[in-house]
């Protein structure tokens, strides 16, 4: 007995506009990402031309307002069409998730007059943004960050570095954390900084482990001047503002993480049923076909608990702790049935010949982005501790 090669993924989507969104989805990815994926990863490409075509298609903001731009979606079909872009390569299914995440403290904390100024822009205009918390020497503690706002009139002067920015130096716009007052998390506020602004430049790209065509790069902050007017929010409330984004942009991370597992396991599922050792196909040794069902019971179990997560999110819930866990289950999940993959392929999983190397590399990252899983873990256990402790 053999044939069981990858069957199409059974999604739980709300209504048939989702399920067409969906079959678009596939359609592009087919088309404009899949094909020239594994290539243009080894060569380090930032495919900015496919930002701009998912921008143009309405893919690259669906969950917020279509007044402005947006696809209006709930976050439980926008979480499944990450899945897919992510499948096809994560430097877009992650890029889609922090030009989200970037857009984040605009549409939930911007002024009337800001969301109408920048939000058509950022949400269907083809611009294409970044999130700028993190620093040399502030991570996991993102409230000690140092980069410093002076304000003299109606002007503030921006100093310091921004390290590890996905997009930095390729995006039209930067929502950045910084210093306005005293130490820790109440000393921070955000601005919306344009990419081309005088003083801000980005340093050449990290060499990373994988996701080579997304640019990760340090920003300097030289007296980078931010008119009053692109302040988000109100001064001391960045590090809320930072969070908030965080809780849904970890969802993001959860669902590429899937969408990374998904296509390892494909592979997996191709590769075995096509190997013969021992006069048979391998898919037939229980060996590996337990491998296998362990494999998509972990990827079932990844979606469903990032869909739940999502729907709480959906029905305007709390699901700070979900997001937590759901980042965590997922991306360790992704990481174990990305290795079991190259494993699945023998020696033919160690080159670059097959993708089941590049997704083991890419699943590695989304254990460490947005919060590391050591951090998800502290998020969890504080919400177990109950509400004094958070
Ligand atoms: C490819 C890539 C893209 C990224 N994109 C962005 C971006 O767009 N914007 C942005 O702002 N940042 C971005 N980051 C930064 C990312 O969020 C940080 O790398 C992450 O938060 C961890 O911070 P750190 O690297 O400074 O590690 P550290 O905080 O120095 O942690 C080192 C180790 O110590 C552990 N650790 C730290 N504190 C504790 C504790 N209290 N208990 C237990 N363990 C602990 C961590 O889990 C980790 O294992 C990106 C990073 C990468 C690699």
Redesign the pocket.
């Given at each position: 007995m053999t044939d069981h090669g990858p069957q199409p993924v059974e999604r739980q989507l709300p209504t048939e506009e989702s399920r067409d969104l969906l079959a678009l989805v596939r359609d592009l990815v087919q088309r404009e990402i899949e094909p020239v994926a594994a290539e243009e990863e080894e060569a380090g490409r930032f495919p900015r031309e496919v930002f701009r075509l998912l921008s143009a298609s309405g893919l690259l903001a669906l969950p917020y307002a279509e007044e402005f731009g947006g696809g209006d979606q709930p976050y439980e079909v926008y979480l499944q069409v990450l899945e897919e872009l992510a499948a096809a390569r994560l430097t877009v299914g992650l890029g889609v998730s922090?030009h989200t995440l970037a857009c984040h403290a605009v549409a939930g904390f911007g002024t009337k007059e800001q969301q109408a100024e920048h939000l058509p822009g950022m949400l269907g205009g083809g611009l294409l943004g970044?999130?700028?918390?993190?620093e040399p020497s502030s991570?996991?503690?993102a409230a000690s960050l140092r980069t410093r706002a002076t304000r003299d009139g109606d002007t503030w002067t921006l100093d310091g570095t921004?390290a590890?920015?996905?997009h930095g130096g390729v995006a039209d716009f930067y929502t950045v954390l910084a210093r306005t007052g005293g130490e820790g998390a109440h000393g921070i506020t955000a601005f919306l900084v344009p990419g081309d602004a005088p003083g801000l430049s980005a340093a050449p790209p990290e060499r990373?482990m994988g996701?080579k065509g997304s640019p990760?790069a340090q920003l300097h902050f030289d007296g980078v001047q931010v008119p009053d007017a692109r302040r988000i929010g109100e001064e001391g409330q960045g590090f809320t503002i930072a969070l908030s984004a965080l809780d849904s942009g970890r969802l993001g991370i959860a669902a590429c993480a899937i969408g990374v597992a998904q296509a390892a396991l494909d592979e997996a599922l191709a590769f075995t049923a096509g190997r013969r050792q021992f006069g048979r196909p391998i898919a037939d040794f229980q060996g590996l076909r337990f491998m296998l069902a362990d494999m998509a019971t972990q990827i079932e179990a990844g979606r469903a608990l990032y869909l739940a997560a999502a729907r709480l999110r959906d029905a305007g819930l709390p699901f700070s702790r979900q997001a937590a866990m759901a980042k965590l289950f997922c991306t360790d999940a992704a990481m174990k049935v990305t290795v079991d993959a190259v494993q699945l392929l023998g020696g033919y999983g160690y080159t670059a010949d097959f993708p089941a190397e590049r997704y083991m590399r890419e699943a590695k990252?989304l254990q460490?982005?947005?919060?590391?899983n050591?951090?998800q873990r502290?998020v969890i256990a504080r919400h177990l501790a109950g509400p004094e402790s958070r």
């Amino acid at each position: 007995m053999t044939d069981h090669g990858p069957q199409p993924v059974e999604r739980q989507l709300p209504t048939e506009e989702s399920r067409d969104l969906l079959a678009l989805v596939r359609d592009l990815v087919q088309r404009e990402i899949e094909p020239v994926a594994a290539e243009e990863e080894e060569a380090g490409r930032f495919p900015r031309e496919v930002f701009r075509l998912l921008s143009a298609s309405g893919l690259l903001a669906l969950p917020y307002a279509e007044e402005f731009g947006g696809g209006d979606q709930p976050y439980e079909v926008y979480l499944q069409v990450l899945e897919e872009l992510a499948a096809a390569r994560l430097t877009v299914g992650l890029g889609v998730s922090v030009h989200t995440l970037a857009c984040h403290a605009v549409a939930g904390f911007g002024t009337k007059e800001q969301q109408a100024e920048h939000l058509p822009g950022m949400l269907g205009g083809g611009l294409l943004g970044a999130y700028c918390l993190s620093e040399p020497s502030s991570g996991s503690d993102a409230a000690s960050l140092r980069t410093r706002a002076t304000r003299d009139g109606d002007t503030w002067t921006l100093d310091g570095t921004k390290a590890w920015i996905t997009h930095g130096g390729v995006a039209d716009f930067y929502t950045v954390l910084a210093r306005t007052g005293g130490e820790g998390a109440h000393g921070i506020t955000a601005f919306l900084v344009p990419g081309d602004a005088p003083g801000l430049s980005a340093a050449p790209p990290e060499r990373k482990m994988g996701m080579k065509g997304s640019p990760t790069a340090q920003l300097h902050f030289d007296g980078v001047q931010v008119p009053d007017a692109r302040r988000i929010g109100e001064e001391g409330q960045g590090f809320t503002i930072a969070l908030s984004a965080l809780d849904s942009g970890r969802l993001g991370i959860a669902a590429c993480a899937i969408g990374v597992a998904q296509a390892a396991l494909d592979e997996a599922l191709a590769f075995t049923a096509g190997r013969r050792q021992f006069g048979r196909p391998i898919a037939d040794f229980q060996g590996l076909r337990f491998m296998l069902a362990d494999m998509a019971t972990q990827i079932e179990a990844g979606r469903a608990l990032y869909l739940a997560a999502a729907r709480l999110r959906d029905a305007g819930l709390p699901f700070s702790r979900q997001a937590a866990m759901a980042k965590l289950f997922c991306t360790d999940a992704a990481m174990k049935v990305t290795v079991d993959a190259v494993q699945l392929l023998g020696g033919y999983g160690y080159t670059a010949d097959f993708p089941a190397e590049r997704y083991m590399r890419e699943a590695k990252v989304l254990q460490i982005v947005e919060g590391t899983n050591q951090i998800q873990r502290m998020v969890i256990a504080r919400h177990l501790a109950g509400p004094e402790s958070r």
